[in-house]
């Protein structure tokens, strides 16, 4: 009996924070691409806010934040990115937590001389709220495709960017587990100053499919929206001897 009533306390748990906005894949973080990425280390401090969401076709009241740094190698062809987080939920007594991002993307068309860029990028993403039995993990996994428009400007370096993508979710507790299947778009601008220094913007919206539960003990998902708002400071660091390389 205890083992039963403690199965249903996780799995309420999880439903109430679940009923918080979702990562995108750092939680309260729009999802940034750059498909015309400079070649070099870029170095990147991120503060990201939820604009607004529902959960089952209710408004959701509050508002998670991150604060975070990510850092991304980019090569005249991949760039491959690591960043982390601190995630508040914006729930009255609940403490902040750690989250962590890993990403790739492959520049598909991305010529010097040409001001359009085309790639695509995955990634993954992991947050933990809670401890204990009740802790509910997320795992999400982005795939999407960015299109990139960066004129040539003599002095500051402009970045108009979009990018729509299908995301996964898997979502678990104590002894039960489901996923979701959703689709999403960010969209945003960079821009750098020749010395390195740049700044970014980003909007990111991400909708979830319901999933109902399938067998005893299995989580019921519900069919959540989310639009978030990030910025952020970036600094690039080039690296000797990488060349640039035309791609077509």
Not at 103 to 115: C, D, E, M, R, W
Not at 171 to 182: A, F, I, M
């Amino acid at each position: 009996m205890t083992r039963y009533v403690a199965r249903l306390g996780a799995v309420g748990l999880a439903l109430g924070l679940t009923a918080s906005p979702l990562a995108a894949q750092l939680g309260a973080n729009p999802v940034y691409f750059s498909p015309k990425a400079p070649n070099g280390l870029t170095l990147a401090a991120d503060f990201g806010t939820t604009l607004s969401g529902k959960s089952g076709g209710f408004d959701i009241t509050n508002k998670p934040n991150n604060v975070g740094v990510r850092a991304i190698l980019g090569l005249p062809i991949i760039s491959l990115g690591l960043g982390g987080g601190i995630y508040n939920t914006d729930v009255p007594g609940a403490d902040k937590e750690v989250q962590f991002m890993a990403s790739g993307a492959l520049k598909l068309f991305s010529p010097p001389l040409v001001p359009v860029g085309l790639g695509i990028q995955a990634g993954v993403g992991y947050q933990k709220l809670g401890s204990g039995a009740f802790a509910v993990k997320t795992i999400s996994v982005p795939i999407g495709i960015g299109v990139a428009v960066k004129p040539p400007t003599p002095s500051v370096s402009f970045e108009a960017w979009g990018a729509p993508r299908i995301q996964f979710n898997a979502v678990s507790v104590t002894g039960s587990s489901r996923s979701q299947v959703g689709v999403g778009a960010s969209a945003g601008v960079n821009l750098g100053m020749p010395m390195g220094l740049g700044l970014h913007v980003a909007a990111d919206w991400l909708k979830l499919s319901s999933k109902a539960s399938a067998g005893t003990g299995s989580l019921t998902l519900p069919e959540t929206q989310t639009l978030v708002f990030g910025v952020g400071l970036h600094y690039t660091f080039t690296i000797p001897g990488i060349p640039m390389v035309p791609l077509m």
